[in-house]
């Protein structure tokens, strides 16, 4: 093609009109905002999450009032410009108990998420490199799954008193099975990697052979599970706090609000409403974040890890 | 032949265990290897064949001692390793090196190619600091015939070749005196197969290394072999030399074997020898030769003796009950029709 001098088009010749461009070009998704793009989910989860975060560390600056001053002459008041969700049959103003909630669920969430992750990944670790050890510890774990985690932590709870660390402690402890088989399964389909083999044969001890090879491969799966673990804690929580085997009532967590507010839940709804909104929202926030991080880890799809 | 060989492996067993039952008893035995012997020399090439199942893998990982051995020798530059301890075998290790099959599985993920790389050098001390490591591993990369910026890159980032070449490369950071190519070039499409076959030729004329070739590619071993073992259902049946075995094969199986080579030319009519049925199990193998089974040439003998591998010219060994006739009434010396199988 002569680029320089187009020649002059004859004037009998018909020129077809210009084709509207169908496949433009598209630029490729990169960087963070690119990330965020191609994985919907991790940015809604992530942001929803995020304002969790803000409203929980963030609490006394955000028009709140004491959220465990009675009142009982203002008791169990319709949501109105003075007590946007309403006040409960002390007179607290659910609002601020709501706000203030938001630290306990996402604290014992994400302590319990961490805490089992940790203990999970070295009971996990172990059983799948000390294959004498394997067969004991699997059977106790095989125990521990057996009964619902929920009956685990109530029994756990009914041991001690009511706390947040005890409430924490007791989630973890039922929720170690999950990811202790999950690292075990793992670890035994790594340890057959050929690269595992060819470290060996390298001179690699066994320790570096765990921390340089199993454990890296190990972590995303792992953090897949650590996100529905924190989804599942907030909601054992809550559930515990329901039946009164959680939190102690003063302080204000979603699952206490919505326990007080049970008996009247025919004629004032709002107080079990709200924080129950807020429950969803959170939960449904880390489950998105764990789905896309499941999305966004494997590596059939992931070139950009 | 030299004096002293680099490698030797004497009567080598390797049975798993089934374990079954209520209480986890060993109710029977897989003999993966059930006692081979073979010995490479300094700068050779030994090709272990045979069809998948038949213990050729878990020669290579027995040597590299992936796992004990049941009972045999290895005997590595005249030091037994198949004893020593984990601690006393490490800084052995150095001397035996390994080439995997798949070159995807075979790197780490996580690991960019330098630090692929810098595990065998740390680890045997032959380069400290990070400045001297990256440099030895862009040397590695040199010998590889892969750009010296690639030691940089994740493993994702290269192609089945390339990666097979990285593999290589950290066999070679080891600086060991044999390489076991584990089916080495068997995942890789045929030009590439090319490739990493003369890749691992010239390294070996330029280093001195010995290769151990485990393959089922008799075309492949052909070009780069100096002496081929074949085995069949954890046994070697018979050793030589490349001209012996692929000239004058002293084995049925061998025969039929290179039958299924394809020939490029085709003018060249050759009988094929078919073989029926499966390999047999290596939980019960058959009593007597293991090939009586599929044996075009078997005879009552064959169900009950074992065939000692008989040596058939200097350095070609072979096990056949065959080699007791008359070399008139010997079918593999006449190289007459197959006789039809009985029963």
């Known amino acids: 093609m002569n680029a320089q001098a187009p020649a002059p088009v004859p004037a009998d010749l018909a020129v077809a009109p210009a084709l509207p461009d169908v496949l433009k070009p598209r630029k490729p998704l990169t960087g963070f905002t690119g990330f965020l793009r191609k994985n919907p989910s991790i940015a809604i989860g992530g942001a929803l999450l995020g304002v969790m975060f803000f409203i929980a560390v963030f609490a006394p600056l955000l028009w709140t009032v004491d959220p465990t001053s009675i009142s009982p002459a203002r008791r169990t008041r319709v949501p109105s410009e003075l007590y946007w969700f309403g006040t409960d049959m002390l007179g607290r103003d659910i609002y601020s108990r709501v706000i203030y909630g938001a630290r306990v669920s996402l604290l014992v969430g994400f302590s319990v998420a961490i805490l089992a992750s940790i203990a999970g990944l070295t009971i996990g670790l172990f059983s799948g490199f000390v294959r004498v050890a394997d067969g004991i510890i699997m059977r106790v774990i095989d125990g521990m799954m057996s009964i619902p985690p929920i009956l685990l932590a109530i029994a756990l709870m009914a041991l001690t008193r009511g706390s947040v660390q005890n409430v924490i402690i007791a989630i973890t402890i039922a929720e170690i099975p999950r990811v202790a088989r999950l690292v075990r399964g793992v670890v035994l389909s790594l340890r057959e990697q050929p690269y595992v083999d060819a470290a060996v044969a390298a001179g690699t001890r066994t320790p570096m052979i765990i921390f340089r090879h199993i454990l890296p491969n190990t972590m995303a799966p792992m953090s897949v599970q650590a996100t529905y673990i924190c989804a599942s804690a907030m909601i054992v929580e809550a559930i515990l706090s329901f039946i009164g085997a959680g939190i102690p009532p003063a302080t204000p967590s979603w699952g206490n609000i919505m326990a007080e507010g049970r008996a009247l839940w025919q004629v004032r709804p709002h107080i079990i409403l709200f924080p129950a909104i807020f429950l969803s929202l959170t939960v449904l926030a880390v489950n998105l974040l764990g789905d896309g991080l499941r999305d966004a880890l494997d590596p059939r799809m992931a070139k950009n890890l | ?55 050729k893998s878990t020669v290579g990982k027995a040597i590299l001692r992936l796992f004990p051995i049941t009972a045999g020798q290895v005997v590595l530059g005249g030091q037994r390793i198949d004893q020593l301890s984990a601690g006393k075998l490490r800084p052995l290790r150095q001397r035996v090196q390994v080439v995997f099959q798949d ?241």
């Open chain 2, 1 to 55: 032949m030299s004096a002293e060989p680099i490698l030797q492996v004497n009567d080598l067993k390797k049975h798993y265990p089934i374990r079954g039952g209520f209480f986890s008893g060993v109710t029977a035995n897989v003999y993966a290897v059930d006692g081979i012997s073979f010995h490479i020399d300094k700068g050779e090439t030994l090709s272990l064949v045979g069809e998948s199942g038949c213990g």
């Open chain 2, 103 to 343: 070159p995807y599985s075979s790197l780490n993920p996580r690991m960019r190619v330098r630090d692929i790389l810098a595990e065998p050098m740390t680890n045997f001390g032959l380069a400290t600091g990070k400045d001297a490591i990256t440099e030895r591993a862009m040397k590695l990369m040199d010998k590889v015939g892969l750009p010296r910026d690639a030691v940089h890159r994740w493993p994702h980032e290269f192609s089945g070749g390339q990666r097979q070449r990285i593999g290589i490369a950290r066999a070679l950071a080891a600086e060991p005196e044999i390489i076991i190519c584990d089916e080495a070039v068997s995942a890789l499409d045929v030009s590439v197969k090319a490739q990493i076959v003369n890749l691992l030729g010239d390294l070996q004329k330029e280093l001195g290394l010995a290769l151990l070739f485990i393959s089922h590619d008799l075309a492949i071993v052909e070009h780069m072999t100096h002496r081929v073992a074949v085995m069949y259902l954890g046994k070697i049946v018979e050793m030589g030399t490349k001209q012996q075995i692929f000239a004058a094969p002293r084995h049925p199986y061998t025969k039929a074997l290179l039958s299924a080579v394809p020939v490029p030319d085709p003018k060249v009519k050759r009988e094929r020898i078919l073989l029926k049925g499966d390999v047999p199990s290596p939980i019960n193998p058959p009593k007597g030769c293991r090939f009586n089974t599929r044996c075009p040439y078997v005879f009552d003998r064959c169900r009950i003796e074992e065939p000692p591998l008989r040596a058939m010219a200097e350095g070609h060994v072979a096990a056949c009950h065959l080699h007791d006739l008359p070399a008139a009434d010997n079918p593999l010396l006449t190289q007459g029709e197959p006789a039809p199988v009985h029963a």
